[in-house]
């Protein structure tokens, strides 16, 4: 059984319910442990059109409620409460990026790979526009690309959804994903990753969308688990009905794979439990 969830929203951003409401839905499902990863604070010149309100002004208040039920999460069967963040990597940014994530008490920063320069990976606005499969290609190889950057940049602890460019383009994403010299891209970046200690995000979240694949997918599993990176378990639940969503299927793939423990992180250091 998988233990922990490690991303998770909440209302201050995308979500449908509070931080409290999340503990008790993961309290419900028997986790040991449950992470908040809420979106970090765009600066200025990027815009999520998802997010309810002002994130920037509301994020303190969600550390404090987070902080809060960490401090009451020693109660018998509830979930130990660690208090995280889902990074977004914006390279022209790194000042802003360095302040967000010293700020607070994260326990771990997850990285966020949402935006190539000014393009958002995951809107709809941004596939299926007339770009031709060499320009999509072209995408896909600058998002491995700056993923190496990200994770050596030494502000994360984990990547999250690590191929989630495929979200609006699955199938040539795979097709990319079988084209030489793609997976030794791919290596580049998992290497960074088992050198710095950071971990692959291993995700239920693709299996509610329509092509039901978990990120990342199975050839990045192959190799990430053909070069020891350590995983992580997350569900990216913006509702309560998320949480630990699909972590049975999850834990099998996992498994499929050669692993037999994932890694949470605790005041910014590694645990590992088994699954």
């Given at each position: 059984m998988i233990l922990a969830d490690v991303h998770n929203h909440t209302?201050?951003?995308?979500?449908?319910?509070?931080?409290?409401?999340?503990?008790e839905a993961a309290r419900r499902l028997g986790l040991a442990w449950y992470g908040f990863s809420e979106?970090?604070?765009?600066?200025?010149?990027?815009?999520?059109?998802?997010?309810?309100?002002d994130l920037a002004g509301d994020f303190p208040g969600y550390v404090e409620e987070v902080l809060a039920l960490r401090a009451h999460s020693p109660l018998p069967g509830a979930p130990r409460v660690l208090?995280?963040?889902?990074?977004?990597?914006?390279?022209?940014?790194?000042?802003?990026?360095?302040?967000?994530?010293?700020?607070?008490?994260?326990?771990y920063v997850i990285g966020g790979l949402h935006f190539l320069d000014m393009l958002a990976v995951g809107s709809p606005k941004n596939w299926g526009q007339g770009e031709s499969e060499e320009e999509r290609c072209r995408r896909f190889a600058a998002y491995y690309r700056e993923m190496t950057?990200?994770?050596?940049?030494?502000?994360?602890?984990?990547?999250?959804?690590?191929?989630?460019?495929?979200?609006?383009?699955?199938?040539?994403?795979?097709?990319?994903?079988?084209?030489?010299?793609?997976?030794d891209l791919i290596r580049e970046t998992?290497?960074?990753?088992?050198e710095t200690g950071v971990a692959l995000e291993v995700s239920s979240a693709g299996l509610r969308k329509d092509f039901a694949e978990p990120y990342p997918a199975p050839p990045v599993m192959r190799l990430a688990a053909e070069l020891g990176v350590n995983i992580s378990f997350g569900s990216?639940?913006?509702?309560?009905?998320?949480?630990a969503f699909g972590f049975d299927q999850l834990a099998a793939y996992a498994r499929s794979f050669g692993y037999a423990q994932s890694?949470?992180?605790?005041?910014?250091?590694p645990r590992f439990l088994p699954f």
């Open positions: 209302l201050i951003s995308h979500g449908e319910a509070s931080a409290a409401q999340m503990h979106h970090s604070p765009l600066p200025p010149g990027y815009a999520c059109p998802l997010y309810h309100g208090l995280g963040m889902e990074l977004d990597w914006i390279p022209s940014r790194m000042p802003y990026m360095r302040e967000l994530a010293a700020r607070w008490p994260f326990d950057a990200m994770v050596r940049s030494g502000l994360m602890n984990i990547v999250a959804h690590p191929d989630f460019i495929k979200v609006r383009c699955w199938e040539s994403f795979q097709a990319w994903l079988a084209a030489p010299g793609s997976l998992l290497t960074a990753m088992r990216d639940a913006h509702a309560t009905a998320d949480v890694v949470i992180f605790v005041g910014r250091k």
